[in-house]
Antibody, heavy 125, light 107 residues
């Protein structure tokens, strides 16, 4: 079955970087884009960006441009999200989610069909 | 960026009630609208994609409608497992923004 297994919780100091991994299984890794979404404590969902595991191309939320880097390793079917210059506002649960593209009435539509369990990142001095 | 606004932010209802949650986009997004359900401590789960298509395995008491800028999620007869937070999300253009969420609570 399709699974996304994320790395464990992290505690970081302000100014540091964190790298979260998301290992995919149960499907052809390079055929599906991958999103990253985060959720601060008690808050809503925030879209961070998307990576194409086939070619490695990325699109990031403008708010995070310059601090976020998404990469992939096709030999291990793993995507990574690295966030630098961490600040307290980056404390959140970080999710990876597979992007599925489906045809409805001759148009392509996109949504996130499988999610990882989330990785808690705490930024604290 | 396209802003997504949900209403209400919270809602109290009883088992068996019919409830409707609305989502408005700041510009037309055609039918590029998805709905997710999230329970405490869990990852979101997709319910509806392309505004009105029911994800496999989701009960038929849940439905979605709308196009352009105005969308609704309806649960025809609330069950205990439906009490959760619901988010709309547009996939028309990046960033794929979410609404702020609607928390559905037991009355």
């Amino acid at each position: 079955q399709v699974q996304l297994v994320q790395s464990g919780a992290e505690v970081k100091k302000p100014g540091a970087s964190v790298k979260v991994s998301c290992k995919a299984s149960g499907y052809t890794f390079t055929r599906y884009f991958m999103h990253w979404v985060r959720q601060a404590p008690g808050q809503g969902l925030e879209w961070m960006g998307i990576i194409n595991p086939s070619g490695g191309s990325t699109t990031y939320a403008q708010k995070l441009q310059g601090r976020v880097t998404m990469t992939r390793d096709t030999s291990t079917n793993t995507v990574y999200m690295e966030l630098s210059s961490l600040r307290s506002e980056d404390t959140a649960v970080y999710y990876c989610a597979r992007d599925v593209r489906i045809t409805v009435a001759d148009s392509y539509y996109y949504y996130m069909d499988v999610w990882g369990k989330g990785t808690t990142v705490t930024v604290s001095s | 960026d396209i802003q997504m606004t949900q209403s209400p932010s919270s809602l109290s209802a009883s088992v068996g009630d019919r409830v409707t949650i609305t989502c408005r986009a700041s510009q037309s997004i055609s039918s590029y609208l998805n709905w997710y359900q999230q329970k405490p401590g869990k990852a979101p789960k997709v319910l509806i994609y392309a505004a009105s298509s029911l994800q496999s395995g989701v009960p038929s008491r849940i439905s979605g409608s709308g196009s352009g800028t105005d969308f609704t999620l309806t649960i025809s007869s609330l069950q205990p497992e439906d009490f959760a937070t619901y988010y709309c999300q547009q996939s028309y253009s990046t960033p794929h923004t979410f609404g702020q969420g609607t928390k559905l609570e037991i009355k």
